[in-house]
């Protein structure tokens, strides 16, 4: 059974940091990409950031600089370093698997975590 678990989510003043946790089992952690994608209230989920186990990475424009994608493949765990968060970066954050790799498209992922909560207040 396939798994992706988030961790990390909270609330934080604006120009803090959080670091998200996505726990992955159940799939080829060595042979995949993990994303994360945010979804504000009203609305559409929107791909954050992406790492591949070829060790490519991509941002979206709006986080490039602050937020930091990274891998422990000994863990099977992908992280998300967020620093200099803003209010607009406010939203469920989830994190999502396909194996093997390939484009890092929300509709294109095949597995999905059930989401982790970030509140930035200003």
């Known amino acids: 059974e396939v798994q992706l678990v988030e961790s990390g989510g909270g609330l934080v003043q604006a120009g803090g940091s959080l670091r998200l946790s996505c726990a992955a089992s159940?799939?080829?952690?060595?042979?995949?990409?993990i994303g994360w994608f945010r979804q504000a209230p009203g609305k559409e989920r929107e791909g954050v950031s992406c790492?591949?186990?070829?060790?490519?990475?991509y941002y979206a424009d709006s986080v490039k600089g602050r937020f930091t994608i990274s891998s422990d493949n000994a863990k099977n765990t992908v992280y998300l370093q967020m620093n200099s968060l803003k209010p607009e970066d406010t939203a469920v954050y989830y994190c999502?698997?396909?194996?093997?790799?390939?484009?890092?498209?929300?509709?294109?992922?095949?597995?999905w975590g059930k989401g982790t909560l970030v509140t930035v207040s200003s």
């Open positions: 790492i591949s186990s070829s060790g490519s990475t």
């Open positions: 159940g799939f080829t952690f060595d042979d995949s990409a």
């Open positions: 999502a698997a396909r194996s093997p790799p390939g484009s890092c498209t929300a509709y294109g992922m095949d597995y």
